[in-house]
């Protein structure tokens, strides 16, 4: 069974730093690329990156809203995911999940909190 | 970046109604477009893939339809689970985005 569990959320001052990780199990996992989406309060779903697999050399794409603040990195051997995240703002308040888009399995989300 | 612009934000509707929510995107997506409903405390589920394509396990009532800029998703008869907030999302280009969401009240 596919599984993402997600973890790292917590509460945390504006312009600080914060590192999330997903787990994976359940599939193979260094094979697929994967994204981070987030849904701050009262507001929509936001699609913040993706990771290419290996064979596409780990290259990476960001929202516009996170580029330069927000890293997302992988550890194959792990079977982990992580997001980065730097400089962060009371915007970026949300519930973020891990998730494989394409084949459409998502971590139960984990909320982070930016406070001023 | 591609913007998707989703209509209404909120549907006050009843069951056995039948809804249509529509997603335009700022330029031509051919059909790589998937519609997402989204319960609260659940996480999101794909419902539709490449505009018009159901997902194993989803109700027949649901479907897809749309190339280009223009896209709908309709309910034929609305079920009481089926009320929900339902996301289209484009994967023509990065990045990726999602349209504001519809949510489907009860009347």
């Known amino acids: 069974e596919v599984q993402l569990v997600d973890s790292g959320g917590t509460l945390v001052q504006s312009g600080g730093s914060l590192r999330l990780s997903c787990a994976a199990s359940?599939?193979?996992?260094?094979?697929?690329?994967m994204d981070w989406v987030r849904r701050a309060p009262g507001k929509g779903l936001e699609w913040i990156g993706r990771?290419?697999?290996?064979?596409?050399?780990?290259?990476?794409e960001y929202a516009a809203s996170v580029k330069g603040r927000f890293i997302i990195l992988r550890d194959d051997s792990k079977n982990s995911l992580y997001l980065q995240m730097n400089s962060l703002k009371t915007e970026d308040t949300a519930l973020y999940y891990c998730?494989?888009?394409?084949?459409?399995?998502w971590g139960q989300g984990t909320l982070v909190t930016v406070s001023s | 970046d591609i913007q998707m612009t989703q209509s209404p934000s909120t549907v006050s509707t009843s069951v056995g109604d039948r809804v249509t929510i529509t997603c335009r995107a700022s330029?031509?997506?051919?059909?790589?477009l998937a519609w997402y409903q989204q319960k609260p405390g659940k996480v999101p589920k794909r419902l539709i893939y490449?505009?018009?394509n159901l997902e194993n396990g989803v109700p027949s009532r649901f479907s897809g339809s749309g190339s280009g800029t223009e896209f709908t998703l309709t309910i034929s008869s609305l079920q009481p689970e089926d009320f929900a907030t339902y996301y289209c999302?484009?994967?023509?280009?990065?990045?990726?985005?999602f349209g504001q969401g519809t949510k489907l009240e009860i009347k």
């Open positions: 998730t494989n888009l394409i084949s459409d399995s």
């Open positions: 359940g599939f193979t996992f260094s094979d697929h690329h």
């Open positions: 990771i290419r697999n290996k064979a596409n050399s780990y290259t990476t």
């Open positions: 330029q031509d997506i051919t059909n790589y």
């Open positions: 490449e505009a018009s």
């Open positions: 999302l484009q994967h023509n280009n990065f990045p990726r985005t």
